[in-house]
């Protein structure tokens, strides 16, 4: 008996993305660790992880709240280190038209993995795609839950050599995207930036910076560059 055009498309997002649940496990329980160690409790914790749903500025989040930053200082970081995400949804707008509703419903649960595995999808669709968000949002709560009732079980992650492998899912998914020399010089000039900028600035001041630079760098080389099958004007004529 054949699945639904929607389960269908949905349980292969779904399955795309749980290579990488590797990196999320640990992380979300180091979120729960340095969260306790900021005071919060069971039930924030978890809030945190289903309405907020970001990794890097829930960490962030908790890290002003335990220096105590203000309300608006929070929001306001939160809101900068996820400024990539509009230039993730500017991506997809071009790549996958979306109902309005479909777009809140994607807008919330759109994660880096999910947007990346999108972009090497032949043939995406919203089922794809909420699959692909699901299967990263199921792990991270069932386990900043556990981790959060559990206790100080990993009292720090890092020490047990796990803080490499997100930065590897991601090189695993950028790798194949790299299929000429445009993609090449805005890999590498975003990464270059990134790093340099995060001498003298913010961590999430200095990826958005290196993002939008690397976008339009890329965007203006992509303009200039003839599409694939498409002749020169010199072949035209």
Do not use: C
């Amino acid at each position: 008996m054949s699945r639904p055009p929607f389960l269908h498309d949905f349980l292969r997002g779904f399955r795309a993305v749980i290579p990488l649940w590797l990196g999320v496990v640990p992380f979300a329980l180091a979120y729960v660790v340095t969260a306790r160690g900021a005071g919060l409790g069971v039930l924030d914790i978890q809030l945190m992880s289903a309405l907020v749903f970001a990794g890097g500025a829930q960490f962030s989040a908790v890290g002003l709240f335990a220096a105590g930053a203000s309300g608006l200082e929070i929001v306001l970081t939160t809101l900068l280190i996820n400024a990539r995400h509009v230039l993730y949804g500017l991506s997809l707008s071009q790549r996958l038209p979306l109902l309005p509703g479909e777009k809140w419903v994607a807008a919330h649960f759109l994660t880096d993995e999910a947007y990346g595995v999108v972009l090497a999808e032949s043939q995406p669709s919203f089922a794809y795609l909420l699959g692909a968000e699901l299967s990263i949002f199921a792990p991270w709560n069932l386990f900043t839950l556990g981790g959060a009732l559990i206790g100080q079980g990993l009292k720090d992650p890092e020490r047990l050599g796990v803080d490499f492998v997100f930065p590897l899912a991601f090189l695993v998914l950028l790798v194949p995207m790299l299929r000429g020399k445009v993609e090449v010089a805005v890999a590498v000039l975003s990464g270059g930036l990134a790093f340099g900028l995060s001498r003298v600035l913010p961590g999430g001041m200095a990826l958005l910076i290196a993002g939008v630079v690397g976008s339009l760098v890329g965007a203006a080389l992509s303009a200039e560059r003839p599409a694939s099958g498409t002749p020169t004007p010199s072949e035209a004529t």
